[in-house]
């Protein structure tokens, strides 16, 4: 290898070292969400018919996954550049969270967390969403 070959291999592990290192030390940065209190007369809050499944699962790959992982681990390829965990809605903490207050925080999302209330019309989608993470409980 020519000297100017070596330079360049050299550089460029360290190069990635550092990007490793830094991401490492942004993940450790990540803070945990604060408490979310939601309005008692949502929280009690339910879906007006059946939620449709197939439906909950098909919005979710589209607007939810990227951050929050296929199954809800707060693992999704956008986690790493969020300042606060998404969430691990596999535990018994988020679960224990009525239909109403999950509801509600999708529609009206909070800092790094988008609402849908929006982008997402019509309510019985936003169900489905509700009804598909219920199927993330471990
Ligand atoms: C850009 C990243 C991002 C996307 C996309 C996203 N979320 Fe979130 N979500 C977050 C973050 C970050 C939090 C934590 C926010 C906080 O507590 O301040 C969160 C929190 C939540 C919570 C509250 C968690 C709890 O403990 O009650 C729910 C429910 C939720 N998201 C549902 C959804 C749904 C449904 C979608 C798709 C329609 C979605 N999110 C899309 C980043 C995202």
């Avoid at 000297?3 to 550092?18: C, E, G, R, W, Y």
């Avoid at 939601?38 to 790959?61: I, S």
């Avoid at 596999?90 to 009206?108: M, P």
Wanted: with cysteine; glycine share 8%; charged share 25%.
């Amino acid at each position: 290898m020519k000297t100017s070959q070596k330079i360049t291999t050299v550089l460029a592990a360290t190069a990635l070292a550092v990007v490793f290192l830094f991401g490492q030390a942004a993940s450790a940065q990540q803070a945990k969400a604060k408490p979310w209190p939601v309005p008692d007369k949502d929280k009690t809050m339910k879906a007006p018919t059946k939620p449709d499944l197939a439906t909950g699962k098909e919005l979710w790959a589209k607007h939810c996954k990227s951050c929050h992982g296929s199954k809800g681990l707060g693992d999704g390829p956008k986690n790493a550049s969020l300042k606060t965990f998404s969430g691990d809605f596999s535990t018994a903490a988020f679960q224990s969270a009525t239909d109403g207050e999950l509801f509600y925080r999708t529609n009206k999302g909070r800092d790094e967390m988008p609402g849908y209330e929006k982008k997402i019309p019509d309510a019985n989608d936003r169900w489905a969403l509700v009804a598909y993470m219920r199927t993330m409980k471990k």
